[in-house]
């Protein structure tokens, strides 16, 4: 198995600019994560999907963000309109099982630089 | 009640000391003690884990300590090498996994 794909690995954008992560999580696994990691604030969970559905969003720091999942093999996390205070590395996870309970795999994250 | 807190930020170690890394945790419904590995550019991976009923996990150099009366857990890595270098992560499960913010590791050659 490859793992759990991201896309970009990097993305450079202005302020006000919409900006759209992607993420393949590992077949056969039914619940993703979105997490943020900063410098400052480590590693937050924004979001989370157990069979395509959204089970916890309360990590999500405002209307600006939005995350999908439309199907089981895809799920893309949106900033519109991005900020500079949004710059850090995003990681999309996926376990198999309910409830996130089960070990994580991560994938390799996007460095999202708004300028 | 639902956070991990997890220090030092920052530990720097010689080569072939121990590195130990504390943990703390107030919600008793936690009941699962995941510790993941970050390397630069990479995402986090699972480095090894301990239920709340056993005191001690070794898997090689690295052993979790689990104090439950306490409600606090370390990672102890023995005979530390460069290449443990990385951020390591502590986790506790409840509904959900919650994670510590994180220790930077550093191994003097």
């Known amino acids: 198995d490859a793992g759990v794909i991201q896309s970009p690995r990097h993305e450079v954008t202005e302020m006000g600019q919409e900006v759209t992560l992607r993420c393949k999580p590992i077949?056969?696994?039914?619940?993703l994560f979105w997490y943020r990691q900063t410098m400052m604030r480590g590693l937050e969970l924004l979001i989370y999907?157990?069979?395509?559905?959204?089970?916890?969003d309360s990590g999500m720091p405002e209307d600006r963000f939005s995350a999908k999942m439309p199907n089981a093999s895809f799920s893309t996390l949106k900033i519109q309109p991005s900020e500079p205070r949004d710059s850090a590395v995003y990681f999309c996870?996926?376990?198999?099982?309910?409830?996130?309970?089960?070990?994580?795999?991560f994938g390799p994250g996007t460095r999202l630089t708004v300028l | 009640q639902q956070q991990v807190k997890q220090s030092p930020q920052s530990l720097i170690v010689q080569k072939g000391g121990i590195s130990i890394i504390n943990c703390a945790y107030e919600?008793?419904?936690?009941?699962?003690f995941p510790w993941y590995q970050q390397f630069p550019g990479k995402g986090p991976a699972l480095l090894i884990a301990?239920?709340?009923?056993?005191s001690e996990k070794k898997e090689g150099r690295f052993t979790i300590s689990f104090n439950k009366s306490a409600k606090q857990f370390s990672l102890h890595i023995m005979d530390s090498q460069p290449g443990d270098s990385a951020t390591y992560f502590c986790?506790?499960?409840?509904?959900?996994?919650?994670f510590g913010k994180g220790t930077r590791l550093h191994i003097l050659p």
């Open positions: 077949s056969g696994h039914n619940s």
């Open positions: 301990i239920r709340p009923d056993v």
């Open positions: 999907f157990n069979n395509n559905v959204p089970i916890d």
């Open positions: 986790a506790a499960r409840g509904d959900k996994i919650i």
């Open positions: 996870a996926s376990s198999f099982g309910t409830s996130g309970v089960n070990e994580q795999f």
């Open positions: 919600n008793t419904a936690f009941d699962y």
